[in-house]
């Protein structure tokens, strides 16, 4: 996993690696559930999904808690 961004000194960012693409950034405050499974997705080597608005979900190769650990990490206590 790459290292969490920071850009412009407002918006937290970090990277994480789409199943079926490279390597993306996230914005941690828009990241709202994180799921070790969605039931039907039919995404075999997922290790988790971020959803990030109401129905949508992106498949990512970490599982949880890397997901939950690099999320924590850049968002303010």
Known sequence: ????LKL???E???EFRRCRRESMGMR????????PR???AGIP???SFVGLAPGWATALKEDVDTVCKSIEQ???N
């Open 28 to 35: 941690a405050s828009a990241i709202g559930w994180v799921p």
């Open 38 to 40: 969605i039931f039907g």
């Open 74 to 76: 850049i968002t303010p």
């Open 1 to 4: 996993m790459g290292d969490v």
């Open 45 to 47: 080597n997922a290790g």
């Open 8 to 10: 412009a000194g407002r």
């Open 12 to 14: 937290q960012f970090a």
